[in-house]
């Protein structure tokens, strides 16, 4: 089975608390029947504990489950276990970030908003470095490893079974000096880059688009998996937000749809950066 070990974590804790619900049990009563504790049982669902073969086991024959769906539970609980390519860089990657990264490698959509920095998936090193450098707490080994991190995920969007990637930046972004001019021309046009790829669509809101929603960046992460529900992902200089649920979801899809529906067609979007990259060159 293909995915990353975070993405095989989320799955088998939704399918874990699908089960006790189908069983109209609480994680109180499920604990209390094996002999663990009702935290225990949370953590399992919540993904913040390791799962053990034997505890699926356990689970299993108290649900009543069938030999399938217990091997498929063991076997998600094996992937969860093993080390995602990012996680060899250590520090250099905090574990707040370490999380999105597993589920971006597994995600078949990706729609992100950024008001302040060209997306990371479309950074060049020279810029990439520059935001990590930047008032940072980080050693240069570890933003040395940042980079490379930041540089390898990129991959994802040239595979042939990458996501279906759409990227909305405010004028800001392709405005704002970051480094000097010709960091931001070589960016600039590696984005033009990135564009034409299959898969990807960039849009650039103007200034002048008129009101759109208030908020600052954010990320929609959509999987393969009807069983995998979206995330909405917001980050931040120490941590981050993840959030779930139909609510959440449709909040900031309704807000993305009125972002990429007030910025500039993707056509017209390639145009002016290309004008922005004459300025910078000049």
Known sequence: MAGSPTARRRRLSIELKKLREKNGLTCAQVGAALDWS???????????????PS???????????????REFLKSLARQAKTRG?????GSGVPEWFSIYIGLEQDASTIRQYQCEVVPGLMQTEAYARELHTCGSYMSPEN????????????AMLTGADGPDSWFVMSEAVVRRIMGDRQVMREQLEH???VAERPGV????????????????????????????????????????MYLEGEPHVREYTRAFDELRAAALSPRRTTEFVKN???????
């Open 85 to 89: 390519w990012w996680q060899v860089h």
């Open 55 to 69: 505890d699926i086991d356990a689970l299993c024959r108290f649900y009543g489950t069938s030999d399938e769906l």
């Open 191 to 193: 984005v033009l880059e």
């Open 143 to 154: 933003i040395d490893r940042a980079v490379r991190v930041r540089l390898e995920r990129q």
């Open 201 to 240: 669509t960039m849009q650039v809101l103007p200034f002048d688009a008129g009101t759109c929603p208030t908020t600052g960046p954010f990320t929609m992460l959509g999987f393969p998996d009807p069983e995998d529900p979206d995330i909405v992902y917001r980050d931040g200089i120490t941590d981050a």
């Open 276 to 282: 922005v990259v004459k300025e910078y060159a000049r």
């Open 38 to 52: 009702g935290s225990k049982v949370n953590r399992m669902e919540t993904g913040s504990g390791r799962v053990q």
